[in-house]
């Protein structure tokens, strides 16, 4: 019976706003709340509950869940590491996993840290171990940093903006992660940062310019070895290092295939 662990944490700051981002701010439930508080709203832990209720066999081992999408400021070092305590002490409680499903944003930034979702990845896969897959939901606004896509084996993310697809989102990452622990596909990664930050009109996928590309992306994720597939164009407020555009797809085994 897999046990699959179920983590979140989702904050979108604007580097720029002067009042910092405090722990009392997130929206936080842990254990069997995260799996209460999900079943009625249209998220993507939501979404991916809906996959795992159709697994006869799996166990969900529910952790820690934190929210907080307001564009407040950059977290205090104190917040975050508050946030970090708790989110990794959950995770080191569930004791042993098969996998784990994170729903992150992607545009977090600390005082004491540029990529905190990479670093709550890297600490989780300390604490887990390098064997068990990692399944990543992210908003199409987040940073996909380069310690990220290392964590995650693979990444799944909004195709909508204005974003309508969160509990979808979740249904992809959770179904793509079933057949990941099912040993029916092994995921691969190929990533190309662009060098560009875009705003605008033509990012609202129903009608802009962007459209053609996310449709382009929901091909290759229907495609005979397409697992998964998007464009992030990241959060301009979020002023970090690795802040920047980035296209990805996630195809079965085949590196060369992927890129
Ligand atoms: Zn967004």
């Known amino acids: 019976m897999?046990?699959?662990?179920?983590?979140?944490?989702?904050?979108?700051?604007?580097?720029?706003?002067?009042v910092p981002s405090r722990y009392e701010d997130f929206r936080v439930v842990t254990?069997?709340?995260?799996?209460?508080?999900?079943r009625d709203v249209r998220e993507e832990v939501g979404g991916a509950l809906h996959v795992f209720d159709g697994e006869a066999d799996v166990e969900l081992v529910p952790t820690y869940g934190a929210s907080s999408i307001t564009s407040g400021g950059v977290l205090t070092a104190e917040s975050y590491a508050r946030?970090?305590?708790a989110f990794l002490s959950a995770i080191e409680l569930?004791?042993?996993?098969?996998a784990a499903y994170f729903a992150l944003h992607g545009a977090m930034q600390a005082e004491t840290d540029d990529d905190p979702e990479g670093d709550l990845l890297a600490e989780a896969r300390r604490i887990l171990g390098e064997q068990i897959p990692f399944v990543v939901s992210l908003d199409i606004h987040g940073i996909l940093t380069d310690k990220m896509l290392e964590m995650a084996d693979a990444v799944v993310v909004f195709h909508t903006y204005p974003h309508i697809d969160f509990f979808e989102t979740g249904e992809r990452a959770a179904k793509l992660m079933m057949r990941i622990v099912r040993d029916v596909v092994r995921p691969v990664?190929?990533?190309?940062k662009i060098?560009?930050?875009v705003r605008g009109d033509e990012m609202i996928t129903a009608s802009g310019a962007i459209g053609e590309c996310i449709r382009m992306a929901q091909e290759i994720e229907v495609g005979i070895s397409g697992l998964s597939a998007g464009v992030m164009w990241g959060n301009p407020f979020t002023d970090v290092p690795e802040l920047r555009s980035n296209s990805f797809v996630v195809v079965n085994g085949d590196e060369a295939a992927a890129r």
């Open 94 to 98: 569930a004791g042993t996993v098969d």
């Open 195 to 197: 060098p560009a930050l």
């Open 83 to 85: 946030l970090r305590e």
């Open 31 to 38: 254990g069997e709340q995260l799996i209460a508080f999900h």
């Open 189 to 192: 990664t190929a990533r190309v």
């Open 2 to 18: 897999p046990r699959i662990l179920i983590a979140e944490c989702k904050q979108e700051v604007s580097t720029f706003n002067p």
